[in-house]
């Protein structure tokens, strides 16, 4: 039982570059979660998904986009990246919307 | 006016010190209220989980919600060097958390 699981631990990407992150979880979690953590600026959400085929915006979308086509994978894509993206990106998961949500070790990306 | 305040710290204690971490709040709809710990370079994990007022206590730590000021605290008996840490309060709308800025705690030998 890996928990959550995030690759790649951190990458570089140049302006204007794409790249997904990927997030996978192997506890049967129906709620999945992306975070972005700046430094001093705590956790913001920027997408979640209550099951396969489900995703909703949450506090700080804009740039970003997500797909869940199974219930353990909720990978988070960036189209264009810009410097206002570099962050510690970081996936959660929960059973449902009152239980503990987990969280993966996270993805540092730096956009130069 | 952000939703959840938390001081940033840092906060520097020696061993065996008392902790008070703090956090407060805008929103009375809140309900369920936590504190994650996270280590350098590592993801949160849940230390403490409560449901409206009142306290809670695991071991050394003891979690305290006051609805009526709308302020929660996370207590830290005799603190260990291991008790170092990023602290984050938490707090749920809906199905989504809510976080504070974290408190950057370091416990001296």
């Known amino acids: 039982n890996a928990g959550v699981t995030q690759t790649p631990k951190f990458r570089i990407l140049k302006i204007g570059q794409s790249m997904t992150l990927q997030c996978a979880q192997d506890?049967?979690?129906?709620?999945m979660y992306w975070y972005r953590q700046d430094p001093g600026m705590g956790l913001k959400l920027i997408y979640y998904?209550?099951?396969?085929?489900?995703?909703d915006k949450g506090e700080v979308p804009n740039g970003y986009n997500v797909s869940r086509s199974t219930t353990e994978d909720f990978p988070l894509r960036l189209e264009l990246a810009a410097p206002s993206q570099t962050s510690v990106y970081f996936c959660?998961?929960?059973?449902?919307?009152?239980?503990?949500?987990?969280f993966g070790p996270g993805t540092r990306l730096t956009v130069l | 006016q952000k939703e959840v305040e938390q001081d940033p710290g840092p906060l520097s204690v020696p061993e065996g010190a008392i902790v008070s971490l703090n956090c407060t709040y805008s929103?009375?709809?809140?309900?369920?209220f936590m504190w994650y710990r996270q280590y350098s370079r590592k993801g949160p994990e849940l230390l403490m989980y409560?449901?409206?007022?009142g306290n809670k206590e695991d071991g050394r730590f003891t979690a305290q919600v006051d609805k009526s000021s709308k302020y929660i605290s996370l207590f830290i008996r005799d603190s260990q060097p291991s008790d170092s840490a990023t602290y984050l309060c938490?707090?749920?709308?809906?199905?989504?958390?809510?976080f504070g800025q974290g408190t950057e705690l370091s416990v001296k030998p």
């Open positions: 409560t449901y409206s007022s």
């Open positions: 998904s209550v099951g396969a085929g489900i995703t």
């Open positions: 506890m049967n979690h129906n709620y």
């Open positions: 938490a707090m749920k709308e809906g199905g989504k958390l809510i």
């Open positions: 929103n009375s709809a809140f309900q369920y």
């Open positions: 959660a998961s929960s059973y449902s919307s009152v239980d503990t949500q987990y």
